[in-house]
Every structure is written in structure tokens, then in C-alpha cells.
């Protein structure tokens, strides 16, 4: 299968970033684009973006980048800094960048940046590179 | 405010907590104990709870943990890293520590079991706490 | 080889454990408790034990407590919380807790106390475990 | 006084930082390149940099970044992805970027680089921002 449509396939399959209403704006092999608008179901108790919503769609990012490589990854450690609260409405774009690929383990770093300038939080990410191949 | 109100009252306002259906189960000054179970729309495109959730449910304890000090706290930088998949119906439990409570910033972590027995992930949130006092 | 047997092993040929006069003070299968004092050629700019030094013990303890377990384990991810500054002739004593072991990866914490009582910085390390047995 | 003078006067009190042979290569207001030599009295057991070594120079960079913005800085939480192993002789480049100035909290992220060409390890650090002025 090709970086696209595993990571259609995959995304087809997720109701979790399907709820999120995550939208896949890019595909490479090893890295993704997402995007996704704050809703009111995403804030949380100071009316703000919970910190769940950019985590989750990092991870979703960092799961998307690292099994586009063409082996099943899973997620082993991952952190993420909040510089900035996002409001309700916010457009946020996660980016993602391959920092090292190796037989068993991968890292990727995804940037996130509201209304596409200014930079919200920071998610570094390492996955466990399984042997099992995306097969159609 | 005593713990006890200022995390119902963050929780009341919490609509991302709510959907994740999270209970409180118990609260100290600077610790508590929440309680959520995987629903299908948590999963993945692997059919297994999705990163995000678990980290969600671990940065609500963080939040009720470090706010149920008195002032308003918020999370800096947090990390997880996740041991086993977490399947439909389990019953996740999120146990927070207090590691840290300094003037300006405080450590917390949190300890999720499935079935109260197997630890499933381990959470570490910092967060800065601020000069703005809980009150009614 | 025993866990007490590659934990010595790997000692007497970490030059960088050597110097900071780290002590191996309890071996288990899994775990390690090391302690070490700090010494002036140890502190940073601010007068106090630099970063660095609470570091390297943690990661000198994940290697032990890791490889203890008779397979060579490599870092992969590892991040440090310091609560409190570290001030010459301090003694640090770092205790291991196995939180994972995997077939492929293994998750330990490290607590650093100073004088045995009081938390001075919080560590946790992902290692990748390899095939390769540690053998006489 | 100017963030170079901050990062030289940091530098002549650091006896650690001495210790690692680290050269400060640039200063600018919020950011440092510094260089460092592996030698054998740095290695572990495995005949290659310790991991706290690597973290170290790290960890200096972010200080010296942080405090080069004139105001004393903290660290409070920090995290390292190592890619692949130094050797003896090797030449390591620490570059920071800062991705977060707050009032109260900054963020930076150092990359390692080996020769000056292949990307060795991942630094992530938070730190906290006193009221206290660099003065002379």
C-alpha cells in the first residue's frame, strides 16, 4: 500500500479522529499534514481548547507518519508542551517531521500552529517499528 | 473553596471530561482519583482506545490535582508513555501523586490501571501555578 | 550472568559512572539503587549541582536496572523533572522501579532523594531491548 | 548586560561545563551553539558516550539560552531522544531554537548533530523565569 492509503485506511477506521472531525490536508512517506477547528465540546473547565484535543491530534499525526513508512508503529513515549490556549473556533494545523528512523524505532516531532502562523504546542513522539507490513 | 468544589466546579464547565463520560471518584487536597470506560467512538483505526484518551483522562487529573491546591493552575509540558492497548469496554482508573508543589510550579503523576489491577500508562504533567485564587 | 554480575560488569567499564563516583549500593533483577555525592567540579554556574550530573545518575541507574535483566537494552527516551537544587556534599541516592517490561521495549522510574529523605528530581527512561545476551 | 556576557560569565562559574570541554561557538539573544569533544573519560560501558553526556551539553545550552534573555532561569522539565551512539573523537554541535518565550515559562529545543551533518539526539527543555536581572 501506498503512504496515502494507509493512512486513509486508517483514519476510515478511526472514530476517535473522525469525532474530531480531523481533516488529512497532506501525505508523504513518513509525514503527514492534519487540521481540525475547536469545537464547544472540545473545552474544557476555563473555556479554553482541553489539553486532550491538541494531544490527540498529534498523536493521531504521529500514528499517521509513522505507519505511512509502510510498518504497522505503535506509540512508546510521547510528550507534548502547551505554549497557547486555543479558543473555541481556532483552526489548528499539525505538522509533522520525521527526526530519525531506525529498524525498530522511529521519533517524529509535530508542530502545531493556529491559523497556520503562530505556533500553539509541541509533540515529540517515539514508536516501536513492528515487522508486520500494510497489506491491502 | 474547599478540593472537593473546585474540581465539581471545573468538571461542570468540563464539556471535553463529560463526553469522555469521566467520574470523580475521589479527592484530597492535591490528588484525586477519576474513572472513565472506552467507548467505540475512543478507538483507533486499530480497534484499541486511541493515545489521546488515556491522555486525556490523565490531563484531567492533572488539572482537578493541581487546581484543588487554591489557585489556578496550568499545564506546561506533560509526557506519557503507554504499556499496554486499552480495549472497548475496559474501565480505565486514573491515580494522581503529587510529586512537587512548589511556589511556581508543581509535578504531578498520574497512574492508570485497567480493572484496578494492570497499569496501563504512566503520565508527568508540570504546571505553573498562577497568583489567581479558586472562589465562589 | 546474574543481575548482580552485569550491573558490576558494566561498571568497571563506564569511565563517565566511574568519575561521578557513583556507588552500586543494591542489585535485583530489574532494579538498581546507586548513590553518589556531589562534587565541586560538579556544579554550574548558579553554585549547585548542574543538571547534567542528577542526569547522568538516572541514566547510569536505567542502563543497570535494564540491562539486570540479561538482555543488552539501549535508551531510546528519557526525561527528568528537578524539584530542588542539589548543593555540594549532598548525597543523591537513585532508586529504580520497573513500571513495563516488554518483549521489545521496558519503561523504569527513577526517584533521586537527597540524604534519603526528601524528592529532589523524578526520572523516566524507555529502553529498546535487543536479542543479545549478556554472556561471560 | 548583553546575552553574551551572560553566557561567558555563566560559562567561568560552570565547572561542569569546563569539565566537558564544551566550546561556546555563538550567542544571540535566546540562542547558543556550543561544540564538545567525546573522550574516553566520558564512555559507559558500552564504549560509547554515556547518555547523560550528551544530555549535559543539552542542558548547558538550555540554560544558557534561557538566561541569555537577561532575566535568571530555571529549568524544570527536560527530555532527550537519543538517535545514534557517539563514539570516541566524536564532534558534537548543540544548536537551540526557542520555541516558546512566555512571561513566566520558555521553552527550547536543541538539536545535536555529530560532524555537523547527522542529527544524534533531540533536546527538549521548559524552564521557569524568576524576576531576578543579570546585572553587573
Known sequence: MTA?????????????S????????????GAVELSMRIRSD???????????????LAD????????SQGRHAVSVETSISHF???QLN????????ERHLGKRTA?????MHRNEIELVALFR????????????
Do not use: C
Not at 486513509?8 to 477506521?13: A, F, L, P, V
Not at 473522525?18 to 512517506?29: H, R
Not at 493521531?60 to 505507519?67: C, E, G, K, Q, V
Not at 513522539?125 to 491491502?136: I, M, Q, S
Open 4 to 16: 496515502n492509503e494507509i493512512v486513509h485506511r486508517m483514519y476510515q477506521n478511526d472514530a476517535f
Open 18 to 29: 473522525q469525532w474530531l472531525g480531523i481533516k488529512i490536508e497532506k501525505v508523504e512517506i
Open 42 to 56: 472540545m473545552t474544557n473547565g476555563f473555556g479554553i481548547a482541553h489539553g486532550g484535543i491538541t494531544f490527540s
Open 60 to 67: 493521531s499525526a504521529l500514528a499517521f507518519a509513522a505507519n
Open 84 to 86: 497557547k490556549p486555543l
Open 90 to 97: 481556532d483552526l489548528v494545523r499539525a505538522t509533522s517531521v
Open 107 to 111: 521519533v517524529y516531532e509535530i508542530q
Open 125 to 136: 513522539g517515539t514508536v516501536y517499528r513492528t515487522d508486520k507490513l500494510w497489506e491491502k
